[in-house]
C-alpha cells in the first residue's frame, strides 16, 4: 500500500527513510523538482547506510541487468537518483529486483508508471519535497553555509533563487569568496554574486 507523504524537511524525510529501511525490500519514490534537494537527501542516506547512489541513465534493460548482475546482491539497498529518463522496461525489471532489495527512486516527478497497480503493489513510501519557505531557506544557509541573512538579504535570494538549492549553494559559495577580498557592504556583494552566477536578468 503506497503512503505518500508531503514532507518539506529533509531532516524529516531522512527519519522516515531510516523508519521503511528496516523493510529490505520494495520501492520508495522521492520527488521533487530540480534543486529541490533530492540527490542531497540520497547522498546523506547513502552515507548513513553505505551503500550505493547510482547516477547512471543506463541506455537499456541489459545494461541495467548486468549492473544489477554485478552486484551479486551484496547489496540490499539501492538508491537511483534521476530516473525520469529511464524507458518503461528499465522500471519493470526495478520493479522485479524490488522483490530482493529496497530501491529508492529519485524523479523530478511523479511518473505514469508508478500510478500503474502492479507498481503501486511494491510502493513503500513516496515523498514529495515541495518548495522551501523563507523560514526553512533561512535555516538552510545558517546550518550549511554558515550565514545569518537579515531579512533583506534573505528576500532577495529567497527571489531570486526560485526554490533552486543549487542556485543557493552556488550563490552563497561566490558570497564568501568575494566577502574576503572586497570591503563592501553584504548586500552589494550578495548583489554581485547573483549576477556573477546569471541569477539576476
Known amino acids: 500500500m503506497s503512503e505518500f507523504v508531503c514532507i518539506k524537511n529533509q531532516e524529516q524525510i531522512l527519519k522516515r527513510l531510516n523508519e521503511l529501511s528496516v523493510a529490505k525490500k520494495g520501492l520508495i519514490c522521492l520527488y521533487g523538482k530540480s534543486g529541490s534537494g533530492k540527490s542531497v537527501i540520497l547522498e546523506r542516506f547513502a552515507r548513513q547506510k553505505n551503500t550505493l547512489k547510482i547516477t547512471e541513465i543506463f541506455k537499456d534493460k541489459e545494461q541495467l541487468k548486468d549492473f544489477l548482475s554485478a552486484l551479486k546482491l551484496e547489496k540490499s539497498m539501492l538508491l537511483f537518483d534521476e530516473v525520469g529518463l529511464y524507458g518503461e522496461d528499465l522500471f519493470e525489471l526495478l520493479r522485479l529486483y524490488s522483490d530482493e532489495a529496497l530501491i529508492i527512486l ?14 503501486k503493489s511494491r510502493i513503500l513510501a513516496e515523498f514529495e519535497l515541495k518548495n ?12 550549511k553555509h554558515g550565514i545569518e541573512l537579515d531579512q533583506k538579504e534573505l528576500q532577495f535570494v529567497f527571489k531570486i533563487c526560485k526554490h533552486n538549492l543549487r542556485n543557493v549553494d552556488k550563490l552563497l559559495k561566490s558570497f564568501k569568496e568575494l566577502q574576503a577580498f572586497l570591503d563592501k557592504k553584504r548586500f552589494y556583494i550578495l548583489r554581485l554574486s547573483a549576477l556573477e552566477n546569471h541569477l539576476l536578468g
Open 132 to 143: 522551501l519557505e523563507k523560514k526553512e531557506l533561512f535555516d538552510y544557509v545558517k546550518e
Open 106 to 119: 529519485s524523479s523530478h516527478k511523479k511518473l505514469k508508471i508508478f500510478t500503474k497497480e502492479h507498481f
